[in-house]
Structure formats: structure tokens, C-alpha cells
């Protein structure tokens, strides 16, 4: 009897803390119930975010994150790029000079050229001035025409290099030139036309005209040249640019001028 109320006790007192642990699992699966309602506010929130693509199917989603730059970075930014201009303008400069400054190079060497053949041609260089109170010159015995607009050195080897002379008398029917071609950009009017023609000899100028021409080097300033007394090439003549500076150094080998010699 004793043991029969004991195995009672016993059991009874086994289901007691089963159903304990019943209760107790059935709390712990309501404190998991927050992770239950945050999935269901996210299925709420791309629900309206359909919504609202459905309604504007055309306009962006609002973004509320933060964006854009903070001033600190934005400084950052502006100072590398600053350091990049700063290493950038100077060898871009550098690199525009020595193009420029080969360039030149070769429109002296076809100034030396153009010189030569008109030499070949009509037995003088270009004078260095041929006004009238200049010595005329000529060619089978007809006079070029003199002009006191075609008095300077610079003048004078683009209105000979440039033009077209055609000679034509009894014993002389000749045409010559031109013996280069300008650069358009790179030629400067003067304002003033030379001498017309004579009986004997038409000149076409430059692009068909009259006008006397200067030539510019690709720096901006005017070419300098010297056949009368040159300095370094005795025997013929003298061409040399200002270079990047713009000043005339006459050639001086301290100076950045870049010469024929």
C-alpha cells in the first residue's frame, strides 16, 4: 500500500515537470516572436516600396541613407588636385615649347631651302631691303620693279620667296616661283601693296595678291634674316628666331634664339 501511494506520488510528480517544460519551451518560443515581427516589417516595407513603383513607375526610389561628401573629403580632393595641376601645367608647357620649338627648326631649314633655289634662279639671294634708293636688280635684262614698302629684310624674302614672276620680252619668257609655301596663319599684311607690273614682268603675290607679307614664327614673332652682311654664314645668309623668350639675342649661343648656323 505504502509503495502503491509512493509510484503514485511519483508519476504524478513526473507529469508535473513535463508540463513545466511544456510551459517553459512555449515561453521561450514567444521571446523569438521580435525576429517573427522584424521579417514581417520588412515584407511591409517592400510591399509599399512596390507600391510606390507601381504608382510612379518613372521615379526613383528615395534613397534615406546619407549621402554625398563631407567637407573634409571634399578638401582632400580639391588638394590632389591641385598637386596634379600643379605637376601637369609644367610639363605640358615644356612639352608645347620643344614642339614649337622644332617646328621652327624646319621652317628655317626650308627658308635655307627656298633661298638656295631662288639663288640658283636668279644668281643673288633676297636683299635685306629693295626700295628705291636700293640698286635695281634683274633677270634677262628686265628690271624688277623697287618698292619703298619692301624695306625691310624680312619684307623682302617673303615678297621674293613667295610670288610668281613671269618674264616675257623678245629674248627672256621665263616664270619663276613661288619657292614656298607660307603657313596662312603665320603670315602677317603689312597694309601695303607692292609695285605693279611692267610691260615685261607680272608679279602674283601671295594668295594672288599684292600685298607684302611678314612672316611670323610659331612663337609670334617675326623671322629674322641678313643676306647682306650676315654674321655666321659669310658666303650666304643669316636666319634666326627670337625662340620662346621673344627677344632678340642676334643668335647668341647663351641665348634660346634658334639660328641657321
Not at 26 to 34: A, D, L, Q, S
Not at 49 to 76: C, H, M, R, W, Y
Request: proline share 5%; with cysteine; aromatic share 12%.
Amino acid at each position: 500500500m505504502i509503495k502503491s501511494d509512493f509510484r503514485t506520488k511519483f508519476i504524478k510528480s513526473l507529469r508535473n515537470h513535463s508540463q513545466s517544460e511544456k510551459i517553459s519551451t512555449g515561453e521561450n518560443w514567444k521571446y523569438e516572436m521580435p525576429f517573427n515581427e522584424t521579417i514581417s516589417s520588412k515584407r511591409e516595407k517592400e510591399s509599399q516600396d512596390l507600391e510606390q513603383l507601381a504608382a510612379n513607375p518613372f521615379q526613383p526610389f528615395k534613397n534615406n541613407s546619407p549621402t554625398g561628401f563631407t567637407l573634409v573629403e571634399l578638401l582632400i580632393v580639391l588638394a590632389i588636385i591641385m598637386v596634379l595641376v600643379g605637376i601637369t601645367v609644367p610639363v605640358v608647357s615644356s612639352i608645347q615649347t620643344n614642339a614649337k620649338s622644332g617646328v621652327t627648326t624646319a621652317q628655317i631649314s626650308q627658308l635655307g631651302l627656298a633661298l638656295k633655289q631662288f639663288e640658283c634662279d636668279f644668281g643673288f639671294f633676297p636683299p635685306d631691303s629693295y626700295t628705291t634708293a636700293d640698286t635695281a636688280l634683274s633677270l634677262g635684262n628686265i628690271e624688277i620693279p623697287r618698292d619703298d614698302d619692301l624695306n625691310t629684310s624680312l619684307k623682302c624674302s617673303v615678297f621674293f620667296l613667295g610670288s610668281r614672276f613671269t618674264f616675257s620680252s623678245a629674248s627672256f619668257n621665263e616664270t619663276f616661283g613661288p619657292y614656298i609655301e607660307f603657313k596662312r596663319s603665320q603670315i602677317e599684311g603689312s597694309g601695303v601693296e607692292f609695285a605693279t607690273d611692267t610691260a615685261t614682268l607680272s608679279i602674283e603675290g601671295i594668295n594672288g595678291t599684292r600685298q607684302v607679307f611678314q612672316y611670323k614664327d610659331p612663337f609670334g614673332s617675326y623671322y629674322s634674316y641678313n643676306s647682306s652682311s650676315p654674321s655666321h654664314n659669310i658666303a650666304s645668309f643669316d636666319i634666326y628666331s627670337f625662340g620662346p623668350d621673344k627677344v632678340d639675342d642676334s643668335g647668341t649661343s647663351t641665348s634660346d634664339d634658334i639660328t641657321n648656323w
